[in-house]
């Protein structure tokens, strides 16, 4: 086995200069085959990775290479696999934590950015970046008077090309519209799908919350205005399937939550869900800490009553969810619930972690078999 960099220049018992070109030579962190070689620079009393991969120590110390202020982690990641991580700085009894200065790569999730780490075999989906043959959709703007939520809500819809009056499309309804579309390439990737017949040509309203922690969080105001007044208006005025095997709703992290919650009030409305990296937090016993703050007390009010008593809220379910967020234990659990009410539950499980960028991955396997194109009807 070729030896690693770092040990290569760990035998030249480096000087400041020769650590200096090294640094230069090489993009942080250093990817070898499965090894992956993260750095830092600077004094410090101890330096850590800081990461939230389910059965590994949060903090991963890095080792100082003698005679340097150079110091270094080797950690083997399973092919294919994305991390994000950040990196914390001890001097003395001061704690700093931040992005990697030594790697401009980030990762965006909904509490904000981190650096990323791509493991060896990582590529980012060719369907994710503009394709100069796919027709593009147009984005509308649309305000929706709620009287659920006491507010203007602004919709961004998304049709097809090729939009005709007198078709009838499905309707996909996605939660924190603004950040799938910014850092998931939402627009993009349904160009690309629909192009290349990977997903019927569909109807997409993204929706943008006020705030999502609050009306994500099992809101019965947010149901309302999803299933009384926002699907209704645009089968009103646009040429929708109108029935439940023409309506799904899709969201991320809380907007899961958001997602199943409005399902769950109105079990006749929407046939499919797409529920990535859900916030399914559950205690076994009451009263139990969940460790998510006071956020997630209706969350875990709402999936500890959905698990003693499940009911079926749509026809088919695709669950994803990242091995390496700490999500993936509850999201395994959940999905036997959901199956054992009778719908049809498609689980992915990716090598990555609770962000837009995994998300994104995603889209095509959820909107594929939510919403299957030519290139992809089968019979199951």
Avoid at 262 to 268: G, K, V
Wanted: charged share 25%.
């Amino acid at each position: 086995m070729t030896r690693l960099a770092v040990n290569r220049l760990k035998e030249r018992k480096p000087d400041a200069a020769a650590v200096d070109r090294f640094l230069t030579r090489h993009e942080v962190p250093i990817v070898e085959g499965d090894r992956c070689t993260f750095l830092w620079r600077g004094e410090a009393d101890e330096v850590f990775v800081v990461q939230r991969i389910v059965g590994l120590p949060e903090r991963l110390p890095l080792r100082r290479l003698w005679g340097t202020d150079l110091w270094y982690l080797v950690l083997e990641l399973p092919t294919g696999s994305r991390i994000n991580y950040q990196i914390e700085v001890r001097r003395g009894e001061h704690l700093e934590r931040g992005n990697d200065p030594l790697n401009p790569k980030l990762s965006y999730s909904p509490v904000g950015t981190s650096s990323v780490c791509f493991a060896h075999g990582y590529v980012t989906p060719d369907w994710t970046e503009p394709d100069p043959d796919a027709r593009p959709g147009e984005l509308t703007e649309l305000v929706v008077q709620s009287r659920a939520l006491r507010r203007d809500c602004r919709v961004t819809l998304y049709l097809p090309a090729r939009f005709r009056p007198t078709a009838a499309y499905p309707l996909l309804v996605v939660h924190d519209g603004d950040d799938f579309l910014q850092y998931a390439a939402a627009k993009t990737v349904l160009d690309n799908l629909i192009h290349r017949l990977d997903v019927a040509e569909t109807v997409v309203a993204f929706v943008h919350p006020q705030d999502r922690l609050s009306e994500y969080a099992n809101s019965a105001a947010h149901a309302r205005f999803l299933t009384r007044e926002l699907v209704p208006r645009l089968e009103a005025e646009l040429p929708l399937v109108g029935q439940r095997s023409g309506r799904c709703l899709l969201g991320s992290s809380f907007g899961a939550v958001a997602s199943l919650a409005t399902a769950y009030r109105a079990p006749d409305v929407y046939g499919s869900l797409a529920l990535m990296s859900g916030s399914f937090v559950f205690t076994d016993i009451g009263g139990a800490d969940h460790g998510g703050g006071p956020v997630f007390d209706p969350v875990v009010r709402f999936v500890n009553r959905y698990r003693q008593r499940p009911r079926r809220v749509a026809d088919r379910l695709f669950v994803s969810c990242g091995v390496y967020e700490p999500l993936i234990t509850y999201n395994r659990s959940v999905v036997h619930t959901f199956e054992s009410t009778g719908m049809t539950v498609r689980f992915v499980e990716t090598r990555d972690g609770h962000n837009w960028e995994n998300w994104r991955d995603t889209l095509r396997d959820a909107l594929s078999w939510v919403y299957p194109g030519p290139q992809k009807l089968v019979y199951e």
